[in-house]
């Protein structure tokens, strides 16, 4: 998870030249009882992505190798996440920014109080 945050954060920084990055995290039920659906997202206001870049990334598992773009990052990211057994998704457009949202289910640990 680690990982894959880094990835994300890295690559909105350095493509975000005016504005900002901003990171939200929400938790939700989860899908089975004791698991909670983990949803963060990164937004940036970069210089975003076209659909056929994120087609390339997201849809065909192949990525840019050359140093120059985002693709490597975030095809690791997605392989990283779909081995959690979550997923990465993606919302962009050239000049506009970018959206990326990891969503992973995790276990719920109940501390109990000393009393």
Not at 22 to 45: E, H, I, K, M, Y
Not at 56 to 65: A, D, E, K, S
Not at 76 to 102: D, P, T
């Amino acid at each position: 998870m680690r990982q894959v945050l880094f990835n994300l954060l890295a690559n909105a920084v350095r493509y975000t030249a005016h504005g900002g990055v901003r990171v939200r995290l929400a938790v939700q039920p989860g899908s089975a009882c004791g698991r909670a659906r983990l949803v963060f997202v990164v937004a940036d206001t970069g210089a975003g992505m076209s659909r056929s870049q994120l087609a390339l990334i997201f849809g065909q598992g192949r990525f840019n190798t050359d140093g120059e773009g985002p693709g490597l990052g975030l095809a690791i990211s997605m392989r990283l996440a779909k081995l959690m057994g979550g997923q990465l998704a993606a919302r962009s457009e050239l000049g506009q920014g970018s959206v990326l949202s990891l969503v992973l289910e995790a276990p719920i640990c109940v501390r109990r109080s000393a009393a």
